[in-house]
């Protein structure tokens, strides 16, 4: 091994303390530099949960069924969509939205409609929280569509500089792709991407026996949640390596699965949660300059999931780089780890 593949090998072994991360699997590339790397108990081309990192996948079929004239971005939701998902989907102060919200709306997450899976229920506790919990479950695109109706929307569809990030609005894109497309979303999945780009551990999860990925760590206990995992579908179910994602991550960003042209008109930058802003369809990593007064640290366009997998490119620095620290209280960690990486790679 070269001097800086054994720096990034060492950022991978540093970060499993056997504490907070068991095992985290990485791979980075630079123009002609590639590396993949792995740790702890994550062995190298072990499939792992890449949780919301899946919203890119949804981001690129609805990307491509726009370039194909199946769809655009300002069409009404309520198109494609059933009466009974519409009806009372989005109530504010009375009055009902639900026919203004359109897909540039969920992508972006612009539409104001609560999240289903973290928004507080009447009894105080999310599905998140259940989830973190132990209390695994099953939940159907219905249910999660009548969970979100039954909390509170946070502001008009399209409110200037108004965003809340909700997988309510990745499973309604899903939905959209099964109808549009009259096959279902893992079917897109595997004929729009998996297929073309020859991933060959990629796959929605959607078999609750299915032991082929890692298990998920929530602090220091297994958090085996299956069930929960084969629910998310288009806003957070898929399955995949390092190795795959960085295939991904290239193919989504080099016009290999939708006009490259595209990526510009997805950076309209909205504040979700610090230091995130949500683009649409993407997601925008940038350290304020308080914490990067020497600007050392590129921003970053891709997107990340709740259990510390992310999927991001650097523009400026022309560095794509995937991976996961496998953790779902500390997701932080792994922003930490690519900018580590990131800067071995782009030492001279």
């Not at 991933?199 to 929960?228: F, G, N, R, V």
Request: some cysteine; aromatic content about 12%.
């Amino acid at each position: 091994m070269t001097e800086k593949e054994n720096s990034l090998q060492a950022v991978l072994d540093k970060t499993v303390d056997g504490k907070k991360i068991f095992g985290t699997s990485f791979a980075i590339k630079k123009e002609g530099f590639t590396w993949f790397g792995a740790s702890g108990n994550i062995l190298n081309e072990q499939p792992y949960f890449i949780a919301s990192t899946t919203k890119l996948f949804t981001t690129a079929i609805i990307l491509h069924l726009k370039s194909k004239g199946k769809l655009t971005l300002d069409d009404q939701i309520s198109k494609y969509l059933d009466k009974s998902v519409m009806k009372g989907l989005h109530i504010y102060n009375g009055k009902d939205y639900s026919n203004e919200i359109t897909i540039k709306h969920l992508l972006a997450h612009t539409s104001g409609l609560a999240d289903y899976f973290q928004g507080k229920g009447a009894n105080g506790n999310s599905l998140e929280d259940d989830i973190k919990n132990g209390n695994d479950q099953f939940w159907t695109f219905e249910q999660a569509i009548e969970r979100t109706k039954a909390l509170k929307p946070l502001f008009l569809p399209g409110t200037k500089n108004k965003a809340n990030y909700a997988d309510t609005h990745f499973q309604l894109l899903g939905k959209i792709i099964a109808v549009v497309t009259d096959k279902s979303y893992s079917d897109n999945c595997d004929q729009l991407i998996i297929k073309p780009i020859n991933l060959s551990k990629t796959y929605l999860y959607k078999d609750a026996t299915d032991k082929t990925p890692k298990t998920l760590y929530h602090k220091a206990k297994a958090l085996d949640i299956p069930k929960a995992m084969t629910s998310f579908g288009s806003d957070g179910g898929m399955v995949s390596t390092s190795t795959d994602m960085l295939t991904f991550i290239v193919a989504f960003f080099s016009g290999k699965l939708f006009p490259k042209e595209y990526i510009n008109d997805l950076q309209e930058w909205n504040k979700i949660f610090f230091p995130m802003k949500s683009g649409i369809g993407i997601h925008l990593f940038k350290l304020p300059w308080i914490f990067n007064p020497t600007g050392g640290v590129p921003y970053f366009i891709g997107h990340s999931g709740l259990s510390g997998a992310l999927a991001y490119y650097s523009p400026k620095k022309n560095i794509f780089v995937v991976g996961t620290v496998n953790q779902v209280a500390h997701p932080d960690i792994s922003f930490r780890t690519m900018i580590k990486l990131t800067q071995i790679v782009t030492k001279k």
